[in-house]
């Protein structure tokens, strides 16, 4: 079964840091690029970063560019989000997406949760 | 920064109608376009890429339309199940992406 699960969500003070993990099976990840997306409550959805299937190329929204980190590790099968200098604004759900070969988002984890409150 | 506005925010539609839903981009991005389905509590779903292709196991009461800047999903007759939160997103700049803000599909 291809699968997405994100892990490593939490509440984490203003300023703060924390670390996102993706962990994908069913497929053969290298082939593919990945995003993160997020959804803050009762919001829509938000892009925040993208990275192509060997990490060489990188994208990432205005609003995280400079704090947050994207990267992979494929022989762990494995994605990733550093979170850093984290705002109140960056409280969401994060999802990890799987891109297709045309650029859509084919496949969807449900997602983990970062608070950022003091 | 490509923009993405959808309309309108919120449809009210009774089971067994038609749905029209719109996106405009604020500048083109050809046939790069996805439409995302949400429902509560529930990740996204893709049901349309390439503006007009169906995803794997999406019924043929969905459909996309358009290119460039203006883009359309219809359903055809919605179903109980298809009322749900409905996004698109271009993907005509890689490696950055855009949603729209959304439109809710509600029962009337």
């Known amino acids: 079964e291809v699968q997405l699960v994100e892990s490593g969500g939490g509440v984490v003070r203003p300023g703060g840091s924390l670390r996102l993990s993706c962990a994908a099976s069913?497929?053969?990840?290298?082939?593919?690029?990945m995003s993160w997306v997020r959804q803050a409550p009762g919001k829509g959805l938000e892009w925040v970063s993208g990275?192509?299937?060997?990490?060489?190329?990188?994208g990432y929204a205005d609003s995280v560019k400079g704090r947050f980190t994207i990267s992979r590790d494929n022989a762990k099968n494995s994605l990733y989000l550093q979170m850093n200098s984290l705002r109140a604004e960056d409280t969401a759900l994060y999802y990890c997406?799987?891109?297709?070969?045309?650029?859509?988002?084919?496949?969807w984890g449900q997602g983990t949760m970062v608070t950022v409150s003091s | 920064e490509i923009v993405m506005t959808q309309s309108p925010a919120t449809l009210s539609v009774s089971p067994g109608e038609r749905a029209t839903l719109s996106c405009r981009a604020s500048?083109?991005?050809?046939?790069?376009l996805a439409w995302y389905q949400q429902k509560p509590g529930q990740a996204p779903r893709l049901l349309i890429y390439?503006?007009?292709t169906r995803a794997t196991g999406i019924p043929a009461r969905f459909s996309g339309s358009g290119s460039g800047t203006e883009f359309t999903l219809t359903i055809s007759s919605l179903q109980s199940e298809d009322f749900a939160v409905y996004y698109c997103q271009q993907y005509n700049n890689w490696p950055t992406w855009t949603f729209g803000q959304g439109t809710k599909v509600e029962i009337k």
């Open positions: 390439g503006a007009s």
């Open positions: 990275i192509n299937w060997n990490g060489g190329s990188t």
């Open positions: 500048q083109s991005v050809s046939s790069n």
């Open positions: 069913g497929f053969t990840f290298d082939d593919y690029g």
């Open positions: 997406a799987r891109c297709d070969d045309r650029g859509a988002f084919d496949i």
